[in-house]
C-alpha cells in the first residue's frame, strides 16, 4: 500500500496490451466531480508507463464531459517512440457513459535534458511559508488533500468586483506530507480555485475545456509557489495561466486551460465555499 | 479554383469515412519542412467539416516528426458531439513516413457564443501599420506569404544578446490580400519568427512539440496586432506565447506551444534569413 494518498489513488495497472485499468476516488473531488487535474495525473501515469519514459514533458486534457468516482478503463495510443521525446495519448472511459477525456501528451527524462536556461519572468512575491496565512480546508474534497497558503490579509480576495485582478498567487503543498514530482504537478496545477473568482466571486465556476500542463522540471521536496491568472475573459470563454516553483526557485511547470464561464443561479459544484475563510 | 493561396493550399476533401485527404504545398515551408500552424490549419479544415461545426475553439497539434511538402492524409475520430461544443482528433500522415502530427481540438459556433467579456490585458502599443516599417519577404516561403509590419527601427532586433527582451510585437496579414478568418488564425499565429531570436539570433532555432490555439473570436478584415514572447526557456525547453487583435481591437486569438532550443552549427531551416532586413 503507498504511503500517500496521491500514489495510492492514481495507481494504474495495465490488464492487456494498451488497456489499463484505474479507480477515480472521490477524495479528489470538485463538487461531485473528480477533478480535471487529478485525470491527467492517472493519464499521465498510464501514458509514462506505455512510453517507457520517466518523466512527462507536456500533458494536454480534453474534457469531454464530466467523469464520476469509480472504475476507469484507459486505452493508449503510441504515436512516436523518439530517441529524445515519445508522443502518446490516451482515453479514459468509464463504464456506462463512454469516453471522458483524452490526454495527448510529450514524454522524456526531465534529469536528461540539457541545454541554454534564460528567465524573463520572476515568481511571485510571497512572504515565506511560515509567515503567510493558512487557507482552511474547505467542503471541496480536493482542496482538503492541499496546504495552501497566501499573503496575509489575501484571503478576502473572494467576489471584490470589476477592479479586482483575476490572480491568486500562494503556496501548495500536499496535505499529507507528499513530495511534489512530475505526476503530481499536472494535479498541483489544476488545485488552485479559478482566478476569476476574484473578481467573480461565487456565482461563476469555470468547466475546463482543455488544459495544457509544461513540466520543466522535478519539483523539489517542499511548497510550490503559486501564480495563476486570468487574463481575457471573452464572451464566456477564458484561459486560466499557471506558473509554478519549487521550493529552490526553479520554475517547474507552465499550465493553461480554456474554460467557459458558467454562471449558474446556484454554483453547482460547492463552490460557494470557495474560496474559503482565513484561519488567523 | 479558390481566389487566395491559402484556401488553396488547405483545401481539403473527404475520401472515406472519416478519412481525408489534402497536399501540403511548400509555399508555407519553413526551409525545407512545412510550418507547423500550416498543418494545423489542414487540420482545422477536416475537423471542422467532420464535426459540423462552423469554429475551431481551440487546436492543439502534436508535431510527431517533419513533414513534407506533398499528399496527406487525415484519419479523423469524433470524440464527443455535444450541444455547445464538440471535440474531434485527426492524425496526419504521409505516405512513406507514417503518422506526422497529431491534433485535437474543440468546435463550436463563435457566432453564438454569448457571455461575460472582461480583459486585462491590452494589445501591443505598436504605431499603425501605414507608420511602421515592412519586413521584407525572405528565404523563407512561408515569410513570403505574409506582410509583417514592425516599430521603426525594430527591424534590427535580430540577435541583441542577453539584455534583449524575447518578444516581438508585429502587423501581419495575408500577402495575397486573404481576410483572416478562425481557420487562418491558425496559421498565422505560427508565421512570425521565433522570439527567442532577438537574443540568440540565428544561432537557435526552435522545431514544435506541442502547439495550442485558442480561437475566441472570427477576426474582423484588416491586420492582425501580434505580440509573441517566450518567458522561460529551461535546459533548452522553451514556451512560445502569442497574443492576437484585429484590427478592431478585438482579442482574436491566443497562442501557446512548447519548443526545443536547437543550437546547430549551421541553422538547418535557412533560418540565417530569419528575421529579415528591414527596408526603409
Known amino acids: 500500500m503507498d504511503a500517500f494518498v496521491f500514489d495510492r489513488d492514481t495507481a494504474v495497472r495495465r490488464v492487456a496490451n494498451g488497456v489499463w485499468a484505474g479507480e477515480l476516488s472521490s477524495r479528489w473531488n470538485a463538487g461531485t466531480v473528480p477533478n480535471g487535474g487529478y485525470l491527467m495525473a492517472?493519464?499521465?501515469?498510464?501514458?509514462?508507463?506505455?512510453?517507457?519514459?520517466?518523466?512527462?514533458?507536456?500533458?494536454?486534457?480534453?474534457?469531454?464531459?464530466?467523469?464520476?468516482?469509480?472504475?476507469?478503463?484507459?486505452?493508449?495510443?503510441?504515436?512516436?517512440?523518439?530517441?529524445?521525446?515519445?508522443?502518446?495519448?490516451?482515453?479514459l472511459s468509464q463504464r456506462g457513459r463512454g469516453a471522458i477525456a483524452r490526454f495527448t501528451g510529450v514524454f522524456g527524462d526531465l534529469a536528461q535534458q540539457t541545454g541554454e536556461t534564460r528567465l524573463e519572468g520572476v515568481p511571485p512575491r510571497l512572504p515565506p511559508?511560515?509567515?503567510?496565512?493558512?487557507?482552511?480546508?474547505?467542503?471541496?474534497?480536493?482542496?482538503?488533500?492541499?496546504?495552501?497558503?497566501?499573503?496575509?490579509?489575501?484571503?478576502?480576495?473572494?467576489?471584490?468586483?470589476?477592479?479586482?485582478?483575476?490572480?491568486?498567487?500562494?503556496w501548495v503543498r500536499f496535505a499529507d506530507g507528499r513530495a511534489q514530482d512530475a505526476h503530481s504537478l499536472a494535479l498541483s496545477a489544476d488545485a488552485l480555485p479559478p482566478p476569476l473568482l476574484?473578481?467573480?466571486?461565487?456565482?461563476?465556476?469555470?468547466?475546463?475545456?482543455?488544459?495544457?500542463?509544461?513540466?520543466?522540471?522535478?519539483?523539489?521536496?517542499?511548497?510550490?509557489?503559486?501564480?495563476?491568472?486570468?487574463?481575457?475573459?471573452?464572451?464566456g470563454l477564458l484561459e486560466n495561466d499557471g506558473e509554478f516553483w519549487d521550493e529552490q526557485g526553479e520554475l517547474v511547470a507552465l499550465a493553461r486551460q480554456l474554460a467557459r464561464f458558467a454562471e449558474p443561479e446556484r454554483p453547482p459544484l460547492g463552490l460557494g465555499d470557495v474560496p474559503p475563510s482565513v484561519s488567523g
Chains 1, 2 share one sequence.
Do not use: N
Open 42 to 91: 492517472i493519464a499521465g501515469r498510464m501514458l509514462c508507463a506505455s512510453v517507457a519514459c520517466p518523466d512527462p514533458l507536456s500533458l494536454t486534457g480534453h474534457y469531454l464531459q464530466p467523469a464520476q468516482p469509480g472504475p476507469v478503463t484507459g486505452q493508449v495510443e503510441l504515436l512516436r517512440r523518439g530517441r529524445r521525446v515519445s508522443f502518446a495519448a490516451v482515453t
Open 198 to 235: 476574484a473578481v467573480y466571486g461565487a456565482r461563476g465556476w469555470t468547466p475546463t475545456l482543455e488544459l495544457t500542463v509544461q513540466i520543466r522540471a522535478r519539483p523539489a521536496p517542499g511548497w510550490l509557489l503559486c501564480r495563476t491568472r486570468t487574463r481575457y475573459l471573452t464572451r
Open 129 to 170: 511559508p511560515v509567515a503567510c496565512e493558512p487557507v482552511e480546508p474547505v467542503a471541496i474534497e480536493v482542496a482538503k488533500r492541499f496546504e495552501r497558503r497566501v499573503a496575509p490579509g489575501v484571503g478576502a480576495w473572494l467576489g471584490q468586483g470589476a477592479d479586482a485582478r483575476a490572480e491568486l498567487c500562494a
